[in-house]
T-cell receptor
Framework: KAGVTQTPRYLIKTRGQQVTLSCSPISGHRSVSWYQQTPGQGLQFLFEYFSETQRNKGNFPGRFSGRQFSNSRSEMNVSTLELGDSALYLC?????????????FGPGTRLTVL | QQPVQSPQAVILREGEDAVINCSSSKALYSVHWYRQKHGEAPVFLMILLKGGEQKGHEKISASFNEKKQQSSLYLTASQLSYSGTYFCGTSRGQGYNDMRFGAGTRLTVKP
C-alpha cells in the first residue's frame, strides 16, 4: 500500500506571496491532519479534515486554510506569507480519525519564506 | 494544550534503558507515541487508550496512568536504531483527532 505523499517537497517563496501544499493520504484513509514543525515550536496542529469537512482546528491565524476533496486528498493554503511561516509542513492520514487510530505521516513540504 | 515531555534529551550507550515521560494538565483519552529520525517523518510507535488497551510496537512498552494523566515510554536494551526524537501526542477525547504533541525528547544511543 502506498504511503502518504506530499507535493512539492521543497518550496521557496517571498513574503506576501501565497502557497498551496498538497497531500494524498493512504488509500482508504478518510482523515487528514496538517502540522507545522519548526525547531522552536515543535509539532503544531493546524487542522484536521474528515469527509471534506474541517473537524478540528489549531491556533493558527486565518491565513492558514485547507480543504479536502471527495477522494480524501487535501490541500493547505497559506496566504500573505511571513518569514515566520518557514517550516516543515507535515500531513498525516488515519483511517477514521477517532483519536485511537495511528497517524501515518508524509515526508513533508519544506517551505522557506525569504 | 500541549502535553509536557521529560526529559528533553537523553544520551545512552547501547544496551542501556531509558524512560520518557509525558504528562497532561487535562484528562487523557488516549496517548500516542511517535519517533522521528533526523530528516524523516514521524513514525507511529504506540497508542494507549483509556481503559488499558494498547496498540503498537512489539519491542517497545509503555504505560498509561489515567488518574495521574501521565504516560511513560520504556525503551529497554536500547539499540543504535532507537536514536531519534520521541513525541507523545494527546487529543481532546474520543472521536477527536486534534493531536497535540509534546516538545519531544531527543534520544541518542551511542555504541
Amino acid at each position: 500500500k502506498a504511503g502518504v505523499t506530499q507535493t512539492p517537497r521543497y518550496l521557496i517563496k517571498t513574503r506576501g506571496q501565497q502557497v498551496t501544499l498538497s497531500c494524498s493520504p493512504i488509500s482508504g484513509h478518510r482523515s487528514v491532519s496538517w502540522y507545522q514543525q519548526t525547531p522552536g515550536q515543535g509539532l503544531q496542529f493546524l487542522f484536521e479534515y474528515f469527509s471534506e469537512t474541517q473537524r478540528n482546528k489549531g491556533n493558527f491565524p486565518g491565513r492558514f486554510s485547507g480543504r479536502q476533496f471527495s477522494n480524501s486528498r487535501s490541500e493547505m493554503n497559506v496566504s500573505t506569507l511571513e518569514l515566520g511561516d518557514s517550516a516543515l509542513y507535515l500531513c498525516a492520514s488515519s483511517l477514521e480519525g477517532t483519536g485511537h487510530n495511528e497517524q501515518f505521516f508524509g515526508p513533508g513540504t519544506r517551505l522557506t519564506v525569504l | 494544550q500541549q502535553p509536557v515531555q521529560s526529559p528533553q534529551a537523553v544520551i545512552l550507550r547501547e544496551g542501556e534503558d531509558a524512560v520518557i515521560n509525558c504528562s497532561s494538565s487535562k484528562a487523557l483519552y488516549s496517548v500516542h507515541w511517535y519517533r522521528q529520525k533526523h530528516g524523516e517523518a514521524p513514525v507511529f510507535l504506540m497508542i494507549l487508550l483509556k481503559g488499558g488497551e494498547q496498540k503498537g510496537h512489539e519491542k517497545i512498552s509503555a504505560s498509561f496512568n489515567e488518574k495521574k494523566q501521565q504516560s511513560s515510554l520504556y525503551l529497554t536494551a536500547s539499540q543504535l536504531s532507537y536514536s531519534g526524537t520521541y513525541f507523545c501526542g494527546t487529543s481532546r477525547g474520543q472521536g477527536y483527532n486534534d493531536m497535540r504533541f509534546g516538545a519531544g525528547t531527543r534520544l541518542t544511543v551511542k555504541p
